[in-house]
C-alpha cells in the first residue's frame, strides 16, 4: 500500500468514531433554521452539508484542513527552484490534513506519473467532436468515457464490503486525477492548435508538465499550481461541489461524478466568470484605442457598466467580507511577474477605485474584488487566450478537491442525498400561518 494510502487509512480509522457518536448520541440536535426565502433563492446558506476538506471563512477566506490559503503556499514543499508549491502536496494535504514531506510528496508524484498514461479510445473519442465544439463539452465527455476503468464500479458489482468503498474510490481519484493534465492538453491540442499535440514529459510534476503539455514557458508552471491550487476547493455547496457530492452519494463512480460537476460548473452563473471579467476589461481597452485610461476614465466606464443594470465583474461574493485571499495570491504573482503588462495595469486600477464605488453605490454586502477578478489576466498574459478553455483550467482544480471529498464521503459511509420538497401552495399556507396539521411534510 502506498504511503499515502496508509496515512489516508489511519485519518478514516480515527475519524468515523467521531461521526458515529455524534449520529447516535446528538442526532437530533438542531443546527440551522430555515426561511422561505431561502427555500425558493436556492438553499443559500442553509446549513445541511459537511466536509472537513475545506471551509470558507467570511474574514479569512478559504482554509484547507484549517490552513489559511497564505499558509498553504508558505507550508507546502515547492519544486526545486519554483515559487508555487506541488499540486500533488495539496492533493496529500486535503486527503489527510497533514503537510507532506519532501518524500511523501516525493511518493504522490511518483504515483500520479504511474497513472497518467490515457487509453486510446479517449484520444479516439476527443478527436471524434467537430472543431468547433465548446472544450467543457469534450472534457466531460472525456471523463465519463473513462468510466470503463472503475475499480469502484468493478468492485461494487461483484460485491463489496461498505466499510471498504473508498479504497477503489481512491485508486479511481488518483488515476483520474493523474490524466486530467493530458486530457485537458490534447483537448487544446486538438481546438486550438490544429492537432499539434506535445507527449507529456514523465519526470515532471502535475503543474510542470501541464505547462510542458501546453507548450508554454517555464514560468507557466508556477501558473498552473498556483492556479489549481486556489481553485481546488471552495466548501461543499457551490454548483460544482454540490453536483459532484449529489451524484456520488448514489454510488456513481468517481469518473461519472467528476463528470457531473464538470457540467456544473460549465454553467455561465458558476465557472465562467473568469472570463467575463477579462471580456469587460478588454472592452474598455477598445474603447480607449490604446491609451492607458486615467484614474477617472475607469471611474466613468465601472459607473457606467452599474447604471446599465450590469455588475461589476469579478466583485463582490456571497459569503466573504473582505478581499478573496485567491484574489490577493494572484495579484502578487502578477505585481511581481509582469507589473507592466497593460491589462494588469486596469486590473490594479479597479482594485483601488472599484471597491469606494460599490460603497457608494450602497448594493454591495461585499465591494472587494473575488477570484475571477485576476485569474483570466494571468492566463492572458501567458497567450491561453481562447475564453472557453479557461473553465477547463478550473475544472483540473476542483476535480481534486472533489476527489478527495468523495474519497472522504465513502469512508464515513455518507448516505444517499434526499431532500424534501414542498409545493408552493404549502409556502403559502406556512407564510400565512394557516397550515393544518394534517398539511404538515413528512420528512
Wanted: overall charge negative.
Amino acid at each position: 500500500m502506498a504511503r499515502l494510502k496508509e496515512k489516508l487509512y489511519e485519518k478514516i480509522q480515527e475519524h468515523r468514531p467521531r461521526t458515529q457518536r455524534l449520529l447516535q448520541e446528538f442526532g437530533n440536535v438542531v443546527v440551522d433554521k430555515i426561511t422561505i426565502s431561502q427555500i425558493i433563492g436556492g438553499m443559500r446558506g442553509v446549513k445541511s452539508l459537511v466536509t472537513d476538506i475545506s471551509y470558507l471563512d467570511p474574514n479569512e477566506g478559504i482554509r484547507y484542513r484549517g490552513y489559511t490559503l497564505p499558509e498553504v503556499f508558505e507550508k507546502l514543499p515547492k519544486p526545486k527552484g519554483a515559487e508555487m508549491p506541488y499540486v500533488e502536496g495539496l492533493f496529500y494535504l486535503l486527503l489527510t490534513g497533514d503537510i507532506p514531506t519532501e518524500d511523501e510528496v516525493a511518493d504522490v508524484v511518483d504515483e500520479f506519473n504511474k497513472r497518467r498514461i490515457l487509453p486510446r479510445y479517449v484520444y479516439e473519442v476527443i478527436d471524434s467532436f467537430p472543431c468547433c465544439s465548446h472544450p467543457m463539452s469534450v472534457f466531460s465527455a472525456a471523463v465519463t468515457t473513462m468510466q470503463r476503468e472503475s475499480f469502484f464500479a468493478k468492485k461494487y458489482s461483484a460485491g463489496l464490503n461498505k466499510a471498504d468503498y473508498w479504497d477503489p474510490t481512491y485508486e479511481d481519484a488518483l488515476n483520474l486525477l493523474a490524466k486530467l493534465p493530458e486530457v485537458a492538453t490534447y483537448i487544446y491540442a486538438k481546438l486550438y492548435r490544429d492537432g499539434k499535440r506535445i507527449q507529456s514529459n514523465p519526470f515532471l510534476d502535475f503543474g510542470a508538465n501541464f505547462a510542458h503539455m501546453m507548450g508554454k514557458p517555464k514560468a507557466y508552471e508556477d501558473v498552473s499550481r498556483m492556479n489549481f491550487i486556489i481553485h481546488a476547493d471552495h466548501e461543499s455547496g457551490n454548483v460544482s461541489a454540490h453536483t459532484g457530492h449529489l451524484v456520488a452519494s448514489s454510488l456513481a463512480d468517481i469518473y461519472l461524478s467528476i463528470a457531473a460537476m464538470v457540467n456544473g460548473l460549465a454553467g455561465p452563473l458558476h465557472g465562467l466568470a473568469n472570463q467575463e471579467v477579462l471580456r469587460w476589461i478588454l472592452e474598455f481597452m477598445d474603447k480607449m484605442n490604446g491609451a492607458e485610461p486615467t484614474d477617472d476614465e475607469v471611474k466613468q466606464y465601472v459607473w457606467d457598466t452599474l447604471h446599465s443594470g450590469m455588475v461589476i465583474p469579478g466583485y463582490g461574493h456571497a459569503v466573504l467580507r473582505k478581499t478573496d485571499p485567491r484574489y490577493t495570491v494572484q495579484r502578487e504573482f502578477c505585481q511581481k511577474h509582469m507589473p507592466d503588462d497593460p491589462v494588469f495595469g486596469i486590473v490594479d486600477k479597479l482594485y483601488r477605485i472599484v471597491p469606494d464605488i460599490l460603497r457608494e453605490q450602497g448594493k454591495a454586502k461585499n465591494p472587494w474584488p473575488n477570484l475571477d477578478a485576476q485569474t483570466g489576466v494571468i492566463q492572458w498574459h501567458y497567450n491561453v487566450r481562447e475564453f472557453d478553455f479557461y473553465t477547463v483550467l478550473f475544472s483540473i482544480g476542483r476535480s481534486i478537491g472533489i476527489a478527495a471529498n468523495i474519497i472522504w464521503d465513502r469512508a464515513l459511509s455518507y448516505p444517499l442525498e434526499r431532500p424534501k420538497s414542498l409545493t408552493t401552495d404549502l409556502l403559502e399556507k406556512i407564510a400565512f400561518g394557516t397550515l393544518g396539521e394534517d398539511e404538515i411534510p413528512a420528512e
